[in-house]
């Protein structure tokens, strides 16, 4: 399984991202998927979770009703839209992949990680 992020760069405090995440080596099917953020000298943090085949979401309060995640089962590609973005918001930002069907907000939970992409925004 590869996972590969795109969509981040640099913005301004109050404005918006959306990352990509595009899987190949197998289907998303039966799934979960996962975005964590990471800041030097920090813990990986969970951001938002999606159960693939359900759609069921799950949010971390620091982004909940700012942040949008989804998925376009065709494009086997999972979204992170990003809203109101904070210089807080930024970090490397990863997306997971577990076997089975019910996000997790704990990293070792995940088999599969991307290899980031950054995300930063500026005051």
């Known amino acids: 399984v590869q996972l590969v992020e795109s969509g981040g760069g640099l913005v301004q405090a109050g404005g918006s991202l959306r990352l990509s995440c595009v899987a190949s080596g197998r289907a998303f099917s039966g799934s979960a998927m996962g975005w964590f953020r990471q800041t030097p000298g920090k813990e990986r943090e969970f951001v938002a979770g999606l159960g693939w085949s359900t759609g069921y979401t799950y949010y971390a309060d620091s982004v909940k009703g700012r942040f949008t995640v989804s998925r376009d089962k065709a494009e086997n590609t999972v979204y992170l839209e990003m809203n109101s973005l904070k210089p807080d918001d930024t970090a490397l930002y990863y997306c997971?992949?577990?076997?089975?069907?019910?996000?997790?907000?704990?990293?070792?939970?995940?088999?599969?990680w991307g290899q980031g992409t950054q995300v930063t925004v500026s005051s």
């Open positions: 997971a992949m577990r076997s089975t069907v019910v996000p997790s907000t704990t990293p070792g939970e995940y088999d599969y």
